[in-house]
């Protein structure tokens, strides 16, 4: 069992940046491959990064790429997503997941993931 949660949303204009964190436990973030995803209101949850057990893969939808990183804390148990040049349409709830299936090493299919947050919410408006 994964408990995941997300903090570190809320409002910023056009050009600023924000960092979420994900505290995981249960589960060490060294042994679970974890993504980051966000849903606007009415459509999908859509992969945003993804980092692998070993921490040293990553994977990055290709809107965010150059903006965003994703990284890991061990000693915290917490897995960041620094997001820089942020633009409206990153405005959404943002989730982190996590997987246990050891045959992934980085995922963006949000059905890979066993455990999700519950969500923080990114606005990004002037």
């Known amino acids: 069992q994964v408990q995941l949660l997300e903090s570190g949303g809320g409002l910023v204009q056009p050009g600023g940046s924000l960092r979420l964190s994900c505290a995981a436990s249960?589960?060490?973030?060294?042994?679970?491959?974890m993504g980051w995803f966000r849903q606007r209101p009415g459509k999908e949850r859509d992969f945003v990064a993804a980092?692998?057990?070993?921490?040293?893969?990553?994977s990055y939808e290709h809107r965010v790429k150059g903006r965003f990183t994703i990284s890991r804390d061990s000693a915290k148990n917490t897995v960041y997503l620094q997001m820089n040049s942020l633009k409206p349409e990153d405005t959404a709830v943002y989730f982190c997941?996590?997987?246990?299936?050891?045959?992934?090493?980085?995922?963006?299919?949000?059905?890979?993931?066993?455990?999700w947050g519950q969500g923080t919410q990114v606005t990004v408006s002037s």
């Open positions: 980092i692998s057990r070993s921490g040293d893969v990553t």
């Open positions: 997941g996590a997987t246990t299936v050891s045959s992934v090493l980085v995922s963006a299919a949000p059905e890979e993931y066993d455990y």
């Open positions: 249960g589960r060490a973030v060294s042994s679970v491959a």
